[in-house]
């Protein structure tokens, strides 16, 4: 299983050498490159996004768990 895995990576490294060279030796490898440099722009800016309405989905979470917990303290305090 490791020796697979190792030249899976060995595999995936040449393929993205190979596609290097391939992208180094166009014509029109400034316009190859203005393309991969924005889709990095796109992917980092959607990733970032996410991230943000991920951790704001996680504040408000906390936030509701935090009054659920208070509000279950105090219901139990009351009936005591």
């Known amino acids: 299983m490791r020796n697979s895995r190792t030249l899976l990576w060995i595999l995936a490294g040449a393929a993205v050498g190979a ?8 014509d029109d490898k400034d316009e190859v490159i203005n393309d991969l440099k924005d889709f990095a722009r ?3 800016d ?3 996004d996410r991230l943000n309405r991920l951790g704001s989905m996680a504040d408000s979470a906390t936030d509701r768990a935090e009054d659920a917990g208070r509000q279950t303290a105090n219901h139990i305090k009351s009936n005591m």
């Open 42 to 44: 796109k992917t980092k």
């Open 19 to 26: 596609a290097a060279i391939y992208i180094l030796n166009r």
């Open 46 to 48: 959607t990733i970032s």
